[in-house]
């Protein structure tokens, strides 16, 4: 006969406690980047709507970067570092296979109670981290979870290449998530295409590289029109469905935090979505860059700051990216 | 050449990138006539699909250099 085994007992609701973000002092702008790449102003402007960006500096890592963010995060909280139950980074720019990020990351906060494990969902990272995060509090597996997302993209792109060497950029931002009295984060709209593996890709493997030398390094490649017209067509159908699913309709929302891909991909979405004009869309790839996963929480901890977006208000989020993976939902902000 | 397929493009350029219908005929370039770049050009694209019920793959959209193209393939595609 088999023993009977406790179940884990958790919160009956999670929700966002606390932001912080971390963005590079460097600012590169598009005159600089087209020193690199025969591009202007204008043209980057119009494709992107990205006018400068930040780069970390050659010493500062992925996990000094999320470390910066996530220690804002915790002191906005008011959570020391040993309540905390599990620290999940998202990136897909940490340059070592293992030990992970996450498990440095913990250990540099303190966090010696926590597990630890990144998330490699690229630009999508941080809206499935959210899902896990808030699976943890809920399922009784951590009561505080520490979720970053993260990238250092400078590292991992071809700098003179024309198609990325302008989109993107680094920096970090993190949340805690914790327990709720009521339903504060929605339900996760999520899912991943592999058949579109190669619209955005490596040029190469680390081991192919080794064993066969060639030219470069492995860099990061978008076929960015693939990209665009999945983005364009799925992405807005995604958003709906996380906004059905959580019983919320668009006039309802005062933000949209979409992942800062480009701005024309904002931009679509919102026309497909029909967002009221009150709902403040987030347009933070204007001078922070695309940052994959830390692209969310640094454009909602800037639309916070600002006044942009109202504390406890509500927002619909959706990450999107190499996969090509998605995940969407609705949250009330910290 | 379907001037039902012509008017319903130039409707649809005009929505995606604010060219005005007038100017959208079957000799013009997307590109070098009507401004229209490639990101706008999937737009247009893909509201032709909807429209139509046509696929345009993207390996097909860089042969549609004018309207005219447009036109001619969304035509071969719906006979």
């Known amino acids: ?334 | 050449m379907s001037q039902e397929i012509l008017d319903g493009l130039a409707v649809i350029v005009n929505e995606v990138a604010g060219v005005p219908v007038a100017d959208i005929q079957s000799d013009k370039s997307f590109i070098d006539d009507l401004d229209i770049d490639s990101l706008s050009m999937v737009e247009v694209v893909m509201a032709a699909e909807d429209k139509w019920g046509v696929k345009i793959p993207d390996s097909e959209v860089k042969n549609l250099r004018t309207v005219g193209d447009a036109v001619a393939y969304i035509e071969k595609s719906t006979a």
């Open chain 1, 1 to 334: 006969m088999s023993a009977t085994i406790q179940s884990p007992a958790g919160a009956a609701f999670a929700r966002i406690l606390s932001i912080g973000s971390y963005r590079p002092e460097r600012v590169v702008t598009n005159a600089e980047v087209c020193e690199r790449i025969d591009s202007t102003d204008e043209w980057i402007r119009e494709r992107s709507g990205i006018v400068e960006r930040r780069y970390a500096a050659p010493d500062e890592s992925v996990v000094d970067m999320a470390v910066s963010a996530a220690e804002k995060a915790l002191a906005s909280a008011g959570i020391s570092a040993d309540q905390v139950g599990f620290v999940l980074v998202a990136t897909v720019t940490h340059p070592y296979p293992t030990p992970s990020a996450s498990a440095e990351v913990a250990y540099r906060l303190g966090a010696t109670n926590a597990g630890a494990t990144d998330i490699s969902s690229a630009c999508a990272g941080f809206c499935y981290g959210l899902a896990m995060a808030q699976d943890m509090v809920r399922g009784g597996s951590a009561m505080y979870v520490v979720l970053v997302g993260v990238e250092k993209l400078t590292d991992w792109i071809d700098l003179h290449d024309r198609s990325t060497g302008f989109i993107f950029a680094d920096g970090a931002g993190a949340v805690v998530v914790g327990p709720s009295d009521e339903a504060a984060i929605g339900p996760v709209v999520w899912g991943s295409d592999g058949s579109q593996l190669d619209a955005i890709s490596m040029t190469q493997s680390l081991i192919d590289y080794r064993d066969n030398g060639g030219p470069r390094f492995p860099t990061l490649v978008m076929k960015g029109q693939q990209v665009f017209r999945w983005a364009v067509s799925k992405m807005a159908v995604a958003s709906q469905e996380a906004l059905d699913r959580a019983g919320v309709t668009a006039d309802q929302l005062d933000a949209f935090i979409p992942h800062q891909a480009n701005m024309r991909i904002t931009d679509a979405m919102i026309r497909a979505l029909h967002l009221p004009e009150h709902v403040a869309v987030a347009r933070d790839i204007e001078t922070t860059g695309n940052t994959s996963a830390a692209s969310v929480p640094i454009a909602m901890d800037r639309m916070l700051s600002t006044g942009e977006a109202p504390h406890g208000g509500t927002a619909l989020l959706i990450g999107f990216g190499a996969g090509l993976a998605y995940a969407a939902q609705v949250v009330t902000l910290p």
